[in-house]
């Protein structure tokens, strides 16, 4: 059935925390700076049908949620709860092609980040594996 819930091999994968020296470095002005970078380059991809209209309230919320991540207050907690990712993204019906699509979003975004928003480069490396990691999560459909 084309309807059935798709849940990846191996369950939640085992990434390693990121070092919270990638906060440190960056401050929050600039992980909100690069999230709303990494909106705009989704709000220009074969994915965009998929989030709101309004990019930048959808910005906000993942922005929180990665100030969180990479070792700042646990913003996104604090003002909407728990994170439990895969089951909130269960409404979008996310295929390996809308995955791949997502993460080529970030990467671009990456490229910049170093210059742009001080993301520190030697911690670049964890940050993919960890978005390659737990994107793989985030598919719920084959
Ligand atoms: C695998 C590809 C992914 C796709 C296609 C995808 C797509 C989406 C969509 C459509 C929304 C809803 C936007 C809205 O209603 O405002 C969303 C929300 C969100 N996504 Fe993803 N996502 C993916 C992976 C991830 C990953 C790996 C993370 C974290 C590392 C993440 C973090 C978030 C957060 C924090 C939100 C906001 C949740 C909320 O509504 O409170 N997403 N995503």
Not at 56 to 79: C, D, I, M, N, Q
Not at 99 to 121: G, I, K, M, S
Request: a negative charge; aromatic letters at 14%; hydrophobic letters at 40%.
């Amino acid at each position: 059935m084309t309807n059935e819930i798709y849940v990846p091999a191996g369950g939640p994968p085992r990434v390693p925390p990121l070092s919270p020296e990638i906060y440190g470095r960056m401050g929050e002005a600039n992980i909100f700076l690069m999230i709303a970078d990494f909106y705009n380059e989704l709000e220009q991809s074969a994915i965009r049908d998929m989030f709101p209209d309004d990019m930048a309230a959808s910005a906000e919320k993942s922005a929180a949620f990665f100030v969180g991540l990479l070792g700042g207050p646990p913003l996104y907690h604090t003002r909407y709860g728990n994170p439990m990712m895969r089951a909130r993204h269960m409404p979008f019906p996310i295929d390996e092609a809308a995955r791949q699509e997502w993460l080529a979003c970030f990467n671009r975004t990456l490229e910049r980040a170093v210059a742009h928003y001080d993301f520190p480069t030697e911690h670049l490396p964890a940050f993919r594996a960890f978005l390659e990691g737990f994107s793989g999560w985030m598919v719920n459909k084959k």
